[in-house]
């Protein structure tokens, strides 16, 4: 019956969704309450005596302005500093579509069943996809309360944008993950070439970032990190490109996945 | 294709790799199963039997060749045919962290038509006597087998495929699984089974095939198969063997391969075990030990060539 497999995904993945949710919305909770025990002029002074390779690890590139405000310090201690954990929930989820069902071999009960190849793989790209909707309003909601207990002046309207903004983020992740794991095969060369993916992208926004003026700098336009830029979405608000540009590869990513996915062979 | 048939399959082909570490798994297969058959697909471990298995689910695509499934074609006709089966593979894996119960109504939502799926499961949870309250992370191994015979079985289904059905189930529910399998014959249901276990083909099917190495070397009858059936029998004396024995059991023409080892001594027999208990009265037997032969002695037995069968 159509969805029956997308509720069963989200049947099986609820409690991990609020686990993530929890625990990422708890870190920013966390640096919203801490932001009333800095002084943010004191703090764009000390980032200014940064050399820019350290401000680039921490999601930060040379214009400091932003920084100077609430809504900098959490991009930079909550979402700047993140960016590989927000990573890794939507890895796990798109290395459920394929690639552990085919490794603890269900996907044969699954697909004995009279169901299509493609039927799964959307459904269940769906269902994770919710899913990272569901962690995404649970940071949100965390960042919130943080707002109310620490009395906090934020832009409430960007707060919501830079967090909804990992919603693209991370279902771009997940589809990059589906297809890999749909090339390789085995999970765990899956797992490698993702965690590759990952770092390496986290290694070239790094280098664009620190190289910011200088020939180096458009290495990082190749990382998918650099498109997902707190600051940048604190002071211009949602970057309608760059969301554009996470849809189609993630929709081009999944419509490749399914294309594979049709013509191979499952669980060898 | 034949009206009666429900599995036909032609020149199926698969090849697992390319170029230089290309593995031939299975060559050339033709097969028919009838309807309302019991079909035993025999083969040693590594013959093909779920190769052949996971092409018909299409769950691989063969290198070359077809095969259809109730006229359909498995690749093109995939869920039609899926629903008219029902599958337990040979080595069940299931959602560990899922209750029996939940996994099949997970399985019966995705059929559809869940509720009358679901009564016919829990009749035969009860007649396997199954828990389906606990976790698959909390059941043995027969357990979860019979968890997956109430899966592949609830909704009915015209064609069952079985690979090694029985494998972790004890005594009685093998005989339960006999029963219902005896069942789905009388109403006129038709199931492929692929064991490497003999007496268990013998005991079910109807004819059987005999792959190995990836090839069908012979569909026979299962009676035909029981005929060319003998023993290794190991005779143990008390204290030696008595004088001449060897040679007196080398005389009789149904016994071969006669060897010895201190006061035992090991022949392979076919037909009537009278003229062994003859040549052995004038000993002391301690003890008499019959073993059935395994399936790539009876294969070997049955095609001593490429072809003929041995007499």
Redesign the interface.
Known sequence: ?SG??F??TLK?TWKQMLYWGVGLSAMGLLVVIMVPLFNMQDMANLLQSFPPVILAMIGVGQDLEVFTTNEGFVAIGFFGKSALIFAVYPVVMGMRITANEED???M?????????RARVIVEKFLAYGVSCVGVVILIYLGLHLGVILGGVELNAARLLEVTFYLIPLMVFIMAATMLIAVLARRRAVALGIVTAFVIGSYMLQTIGLAAEGTVAEPIGAVSFLTYYNAGEILAQGFIWPHIAGFAVLSGAMLLASLYRYE?????? | MASDSVIEIRGLTKT?GAGRKATLALSQLDLTVKRGEIFGYLGPNGAGKTTTI?LL?????PSAGSAKIFGLDIRADS??I??R?G?L?G????????TGEQIIN??A????D?RGIVKHADELAERLDLDTSKRVRDLSSGNKRKLGLV?SMMHSPELLILDEPTGGLDPLVQQTFHEMMDEYRAKGKTVFLSSHVLSEVQAICDRVGILRDGEVKAVESVDKITTVDFHWVDVVFRDSLPAGLPQQLERISTITDVSTNGARVRMRMVGDFDPLLRAISNGYVEMLHIEEPSLEEIFLAFYSGDEEPAK
């Not at chain 1, 013509?263 to 060898?268: L, M, Q, S, V």
């Not at chain 2, 689910?57 to 695509?61: A, K, S």
């Not at chain 2, 080595?91 to 899922?98: D, H, I, M, V």
């Open positions: 019956m029956s497999v509720v069963e099986t603890k071999g269900t044969d009960i699954l697909l004995s069943l009279p169901v299509e013509r191979r062979d499952i669980g060898i | 697992y996971r689910l299409d769950l691989i695509r869920v039609e899926h629903r089966i599958f593979p080595e069940l894996n299931l959602w560990e962290g899922r997970y399985v939502s995705v059929r559809g869940s899966i």
